[in-house]
C-alpha cells in the first residue's frame, strides 16, 4: 500500500548530472538552429504550447508526421516559466519539483544538458500559529495523521455513484480537531481550492495514477526549467506560432478548420493540448458528444500564488530550522527551502492557495511582498534577513491556464472526467497533465500524456482511419 505522504496526493526529480559542465547549458542558446516557417496545413494541429502540447509535437516529429505547434500566449511552457539568470535560475514562477521515478522529465532534461540537485531536506520542520510555531518532532509526517483504513470504510459506505467532499474525506481520515484544521488547510495549497469545493473521489483517482513509493518533491532544475522549453522549442521542424489563440474548430470534408487572429490552419487531426476549463473557451463545430462535454466542465481551477524570497544566505540553517513549515494562521500556506544546491544564495517557497492567493491576487505586488516579508520573519524572528530579490507567479483566474497548480475534479463533478477525455478516442484527441494515466499534476504527467496522444495518431495513420 502507498504511504499517504505529500507526494501521494500530488505536487511537482531527476538524477544529479554531476560530469556535466555548465558551458553545455550555455551553447542551448548559441548553438543555430533553422526552422522551417510555421505550416498552415499540416497533418497535426497541436493547440496549447505547454509541456503537454510541446511534448506531443516533438513525438509526432520523431514519427515522421507533420505537426504544428500553437499557442494563445506570448510565450511557451504554459505554467512551467522560469526567471533566469546567466546559468541558474532565480525563480521558477510554476512547475519546479520532481522525483526520481518521473523519467520522461528526467530524460528530456539530461539530452538538454541541464542539471538537477536535490531539494534541502535537513533540519527541523513546524507549523506556525496566530501564536506562534509548533515544532514537528524528527520522524513526524503529517500524512501518518491520515487514518486510510477509515478513509476507505469511508469510501465504500457510499453507493459507487454517490461523491463527496474532499472536506468530509478528512473528516473521516482523523479524529483529533487540530489534525483536521492542518489538513484541510495544506490541501487548499496543493488543491488551490476550500476542500469542500473539490471531489473526494475525482482527487483519489489522482492518488492512484500516482506511480511512485518517493516523495514527488525531491528534485528540482538547477539552470532553470525555462532553459529545456527553449531548448525544446528550438527543435520543432516548423516554427511554433504564439499569441494567437484558436477561436473556433469546424470539422468540414474530412478536414479541421482551425480559425484564429493570425488565420486559417487545415489539419487532418488535432490535439488540445489545454486546461479542460480552457477548451470550452473555443467554438467546436459539430458539438462534441454530451459526455466529453460533462467530463470537461467537472473540473475546475485552482487559485494559486507562488513567490520566491531570495537572500544573501539561508540564514534559517543556522538554527537548525529546515525552512519548511505550514501557516494554520493564513489557510493554504506552505513554505519551502527552495535553495539551489551550487549556490550560496538562500531561496524560500511561497505555496498559497485557495481563499488566501484569491484574496492576495487582488491586492498590490507591493502588499503581496509585504505579506511574504511578514510571515517569513514571524516564521524565523530574529534571524530573518531583508530578501535580495522578489519573484511571484499569480495563477488565479488565468485566461490560459485557468489557474494553478492544476485544473481539479470539483465536487459534484464525474470523477472519472480524466479517463473520459483520455479515451476519446476520435481524430481529435485530448492531452494535459491533468487528464494522464500517470503521474497526474505533474510535468511528467503532461510529457507522458503529450506522448500518448502523438502514439494514438501514429497508430490512427497506420490503420488509415479517418472520423470526426
Known amino acids: 500500500m502507498k504511504e499517504m505522504n505529500r507526494s501521494t496526493f500530488f505536487k511537482y526529480s531527476a538524477l544529479p548530472l554531476l ?17 522551417k516557417e510555421a505550416n498552415f496545413s499540416p497533418t497535426v494541429l497541436v493547440i496549447g504550447g505547454g509541456i503537454s502540447g510541446i511534448s506531443a509535437a516533438m513525438k509526432l516529429q520523431e514519427y515522421g508526421i507533420s505537426a504544428q505547434l500553437i499557442e494563445a500566449q506570448n510565450y511557451f511552457g504554459g505554467r512551467m516559466k522560469s526567471v533566469l539568470n546567466e546559468k541558474s535560475v532565480s525563480a521558477e514562477l510554476g512547475a519546479q519539483l520532481f522525483n526520481q521515478d518521473m523519467k520522461e522529465i528526467i530524460n528530456l532534461l539530461e539530452k538538454n544538458y541541464l542539471e538537477n540537485s536535490p531539494v534541502y531536506g535537513e533540519g527541523k520542520n513546524f507549523s506556525l500559529n496566530s501564536t506562534g510555531k509548533e515544532v514537528w518532532s524528527e520522524d513526524s509526517n503529517v500524512y501518518e495523521w491520515i487514518d486510510e483504513e477509515k478513509f476507505l470504510t469511508k469510501l465504500d459506505s457510499k453507493a459507487t455513484n454517490q461523491d463527496f467532499s474532499l472536506s468530509e474525506a478528512i473528516d473521516a481520515m482523523t479524529d483529533e480537531k487540530e489534525k483536521r484544521i492542518l489538513l484541510k488547510n ?3 495549497e496543493l488543491m488551490g481550492k476550500n476542500p469542500d469545493l473539490v471531489s473526494t473521489r475525482g482527487t483519489y483517482e489522482l492518488y492512484k495514477r500516482f506511480n511512485s513509493e518517493r516523495d514527488a518533491d525531491e528534485l528540482h532544475c538547477e539552470n532553470g526549467l525555462g532553459r529545456l522549453i527553449e531548448s525544446l522549442i528550438q527543435k520543432l521542424e516548423h516554427a511554433p506560432i504564439h499569441s494567437n489563440p484558436i477561436t473556433r474548430i469546424q470539422w468540414k470534408n474530412a478536414k479541421y478548420i482551425s480559425t484564429s487572429k493570425k488565420g486559417v490552419i487545415e489539419s487532418n487531426y488535432i490535439i488540445l493540448a489545454v486546461p479542460p476549463p480552457i477548451i470550452q473557451k473555443i467554438s467546436i463545430e459539430p458539438k462534441l458528444p454530451q459526455a466529453i462535454q460533462k467530463a470537461m466542465s467537472s473540473f475546475d481551477t485552482g487559485d494559486m500564488i507562488k513567490i520566491t524570497l531570495v537572500f544573501k544566505e539561508p540564514f534559517w540553517r543556522k538554527e537548525g530550522w529546515s525552512g519548511s513549515f505550514v501557516s494554520n494562521a493564513f489557510p493554504g ?13 538562500g531561496k524560500l ?3 498559497i492557495g485557495a481563499e488566501t492567493a484569491l484574496g492576495l491576487s487582488k491586492k498590490r505586488q507591493e502588499q503581496r511582498k509585504e505579506f511574504a516579508y511578514k510571515l517569513t520573519k514571524q516564521a524565523f524572528g530574529e534571524s530573518w534577513l531583508t530578501p535580495i530579490e522578489y519573484h511571484e507567479g499569480i495563477w488565479v483566474n488565468h485566461p490560459w491556464s485557468g489557474g494553478g497548480y492544476n485544473s481539479f475534479v470539483k465536487y459534484g463533478g464525474k470523477p472519472n472526467a480524466a479517463e473520459i477525455l483520455r479515451n476519446y478516442n476520435t481524430n481529435l484527441l485530448f492531452a494535459g497533465s491533468e487528464i494522464s494515466a500517470e503521474f497526474p499534476g505533474y510535468m511528467e504527467g503532461g510529457i507522458r500524456s503529450g506522448y500518448s496522444a502523438a502514439k494514438q495518431i501514429l497508430s490512427k495513420i497506420k490503420s488509415q482511419k479517418v472520423k470526426p
Open 186 to 188: 495544506m490541501f487548499r
Open 19 to 35: 560530469a556535466l559542465a555548465l558551458e553545455k547549458c550555455s551553447s542551448l542558446k548559441s548553438k543555430p538552429f533553422y526552422q
Open 349 to 351: 517557497v511561497l505555496f
Open 333 to 345: 500556506v506552505t513554505v519551502i527551502d527552495s535553495s539551489l544546491k551550487n549556490q550560496k544564495q
